[in-house]
């Protein structure tokens, strides 16, 4: 406690230091010396755990959060700006090797690689067909950028990121085919632990199809377009039914047991069927005019959800001066290390929890105005201390308004 003052007192100094921490700590995980430019590796621990291999889905990630640091980075610091555009060039050049090998192994789901650019060919989950598409939609983030910026690297990244024909090995139009034709088959989770159809695979892939549909078109490619707009639309209805309104939240997983997608009883997420995918996939893959957007009631309802089911279990959130910390689900046997113990809160996933309501904060200045509805009428008028009503409508700087937001 005798603490609290000085980090009150220096709380922008401590953000900043650890912005640039994570910053410096981040370069340290890219293009690792044993192997090549543009491999991103989890973690440096190569036992207990070994986290030293690049996976897609994680690489992706991590590249999307480069491109808003690259976004965020004034031009005047042009060293950092230039470190992250040779990391994205690198990027693409490492995707384009390990696709290849990928589809010679077990296809373009093949969820991680060595550091070297050959695919980790011990029994895994496997396929995981997040990769593909969460790989798509960096690439083609990273080729909108070369465009904008006039980079003069640009032509040629065009020319071997999208060729219009099928049959083709460019990077992105073979990702695009993968999703468009294999989104309808049972699959490995995020988690790495279940085969069956998930929440979050599936908002990769409607992601995905949707600026995939952009970039045929740009690229006269009027084929690809109508087939990645139907296999889109049919993906939006499948989510649909993720939704369950008896439970009042969004499902994870629809499961599948049959070969090869099989898991053990005690990794069935069964008993609650909640989990914290469900917001990361929102997160990651949100389309601002499609369902499950942070703004959709559906998803603040499984927040709340969730967020009830972590308190009584991580003794941590006993502690009654911090917010409920997170964890994968609430049946979580693997701590880290093994899989028979007890799950753990997760930093990435309690980060998300407040990440989601940083974006629905942004999303009500936004639109200036918050909704009440079923999902957040009970939530919001225990805050307020007054009786709300599924239908009001808060208006920018309204008292309630305001009070919501702080």
């Given amino acids: 406690n005798n603490n609290i003052p000085t980090l009150i007192t220096n709380k922008n100094n401590l953000i900043e230091a650890q912005y640039q921490k994570s910053i410096a700590l981040l370069f340290n995980n890219l293009s690792p010396k044993d192997g090549l430019k543009g491999a991103v590796i989890a973690a440096p621990s190569k036992s207990h755990p070994d986290y030293y291999y690049n996976w897609v889905r994680d690489a992706a990630l991590t590249v999307d959060s480069m491109i808003s640091l690259y976004l965020a980075t004034p031009t005047n610091k042009s060293s950092l700006r230039n470190a992250i555009k040779i990391f994205f060039l690198d990027f693409i050049n490492f995707n384009i090797h390990i696709q290849k090998t990928s589809q010679g192994f077990a296809g373009l789901g093949e969820p991680k690689f060595l550091v070297d650019g050959s695919p980790f060919t011990g029994p895994w989950g496997r396929p995981q067909n997040d990769g593909p598409a969460l790989r798509s939609i960096v690439v083609l983030q990273i080729l909108s950028l070369a465009a904008q910026e006039k980079w003069p690297e640009y032509k040629g990244l065009l020319e071997k990121l999208y060729v219009p024909s099928l049959g083709t090995t460019s990077l992105i139009k073979s990702d695009l085919e993968y999703v468009a034709h294999q989104w309808m088959h049972s699959n490995f989770d995020l988690w790495e632990e279940v085969g069956g159809h998930h929440f979050y695979t599936l908002m990769s892939q409607r992601k995905s199809l949707y600026l995939g549909a952009h970039m045929a078109n740009f690229m006269k490619d009027i084929g690809a377009v109508k087939y990645y707009q139907q296999e889109m639309k049919k993906i939006n209805a499948r989510l649909e039914s993720f939704w369950n309104p008896n439970l009042n939240f969004i499902l994870a997983t629809f499961y599948a047991n049959q070969a090869p997608f099989y898991t053990t009883p005690s990794r069935l997420r069964s008993k609650s069927h909640l989990d914290t995918a469900v917001i990361l996939g929102v997160l990651h893959?949100?389309?601002d005019h499609l369902s499950y957007?942070?703004?959709d009631p559906r998803v603040f309802a499984t927040y709340?959800?969730?967020?009830?089911?972590?308190?009584?279990i991580y003794s941590?959130?006993?502690?009654?001066?911090l917010n409920t910390s997170f964890g994968r689900y609430p049946e979580d046997t693997y701590d880290g290390y093994?899989?028979?113990?007890?799950?753990?809160p997760w930093v990435l996933t309690t980060a998300a929890a407040a990440e989601f309501l940083y974006r629905l904060s942004l999303d009500y200045l936004k639109t200036q105005k918050i909704v009440i509805n079923f999902a957040n009428v009970e939530y919001f008028s225990k805050v307020l201390k007054v009786q709300l009503k599924a239908g009001q409508v808060l208006k920018f700087n309204q008292a309630e308004y305001n009070a919501i937001l702080n």
Avoid at 316 to 321: D, F, G, L, Q, T
């Fill in 285 to 287: 893959s949100e389309v």
């Fill in 293 to 295: 957007s942070v703004n």
């Fill in 304 to 312: 709340l959800t969730l967020k009830k089911s972590f308190a009584p």
């Fill in 316 to 321: 941590v959130n006993k502690e009654a001066s």
């Fill in 338 to 344: 093994q899989t028979n113990s007890r799950g753990n």
